[in-house]
């Protein structure tokens, strides 16, 4: 079984695509269960990892930048490693991901 790291994005700046409360609470939920199922199958291998929006980004001429970046509408809203035995695998579970449901996108790597 091999890990896998998956990265949540979306808009998280245009306030005309920001979910009610009403809406969060309900997404929030269905984290929750998207969670549970994950840990029911022993596939989650470490929990959710919020992103605080902290960050640098070091270039290739080494400077040293602040992150995350304005003109960057898309951000990390966080990040979980789980057990698959290929991407394949991965990909199927990330499909169910609740992330989706509000236009954001799950960004799959092999965990080292």
């Not at 695509?17 to 269960?33: L, T, V, Y």
């Amino acid at each position: 079984m091999n890990e896998f790291l998956l990265v949540f994005r979306r808009d998280y700046q245009t306030r005309e695509d920001q979910p009610s409360p009403d809406q969060m609470q309900e997404h929030f939920k269905n984290w929750k269960n998207w969670f549970g199922s994950i840990a029911a199958q022993d596939k989650l291998a470490r929990p959710l990892q919020r992103w605080d929006g902290e960050g640098k980004v070091v270039n290739h001429d080494k400077t040293i930048l602040n992150g995350p970046y304005a003109e960057i509408k898309e951000s990390i809203g966080g990040l979980i490693v789980i057990k698959a035995a290929n991407y394949e695998e991965a990909a199927e579970i990330a499909k169910s991901c609740p992330i989706l449901e509000l236009g954001g996108n799950v960004e799959i790597r092999m965990a080292l």
